[in-house]
């Protein structure tokens, strides 16, 4: 399978019959348990920096002050943050990629899990609780919003392999391999057999479509934040923002984004995150895996070359 970064989106589909019970149990995950833990970085607080990130041109010189970055976004339940590190242009194109990844990716998990994001509203209640069911209606299919309690939800996430980078491969924009991991999790079966019911519904189909670049970016995005919490500004020559921020002419997400194609075990751990150096190599790479509880994939972002080693006395 080759995944195009450009358009590529995943999509996967349950459907069930209300008559055949044993199907619903067959596509349950009935070992997935998300048990949210918390992770050590969860609410820590990284340096004053008062400069944007993602770049230290004049573009991102902002008279007005710098916003606090999230490394892991508070949609995603954590705190952890650099303090005054992105200017105002950036945080308007960073929040682009993080709203549809909050809804369209990890909404339905949100919405089951309870996480609850940024607004204020959303402080009371997770901001997405229904989501889209197919129901076979008198032999016709009709797409109705169902409450997140009744709904079969789905996460659908895509697997790479390394780097190009990492392999000594040319810039490129697609990997030459790829994986598709889909969890399902939601309602207990006897709670969506009594909505069915109460419906009279026969059939019920759930579909889930995630688009690879906006994910990549995401996964971007933490890889850079958390390399510069860690291991300081100015530490490495930074090689993702043009990425983050959407600017590539030349697209190279499977260049500098990749993985593990085989997700790893589930860990006790809600997200991981953490920093890997290349044998022979100055390259610094970001592991980053989310909801690693449940298996997810883990995902390597080359943040950049490590300067650190150069000053390094003999
Ligand atoms: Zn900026």
Redesign the pocket.
Known sequence: MSLCCFGGVLSARRRASSRRRSTFLSLSCSSVVLDMQTFEMRNAKFGLLNR?I??DDE??FDPNGYGDEHIIPIFLGQKGYIKNA??H??ERETSGVESYCAKEIFGELRAHHKIKGRKRSARKRCPHTSFPMKLTLCGKQSVHKVEAKYHPSLLVLPSFPWPGIMLNKEPNATWNDGRIHCWQFGPARRLVGEYLAEMQASEWEVSKTTKIFPFVRLIAKIGHAFAIATCGYGSFQPMLPPLILGKSDAPNAAYLVGGELEAPPPSEREHELGIIKVDNSDLLVAYVRLFANIGTPAYYAVVGRDLRSQRRPE
């Open positions: 944007c993602y770049g573009d991102h992105s200017c242009k950036c």
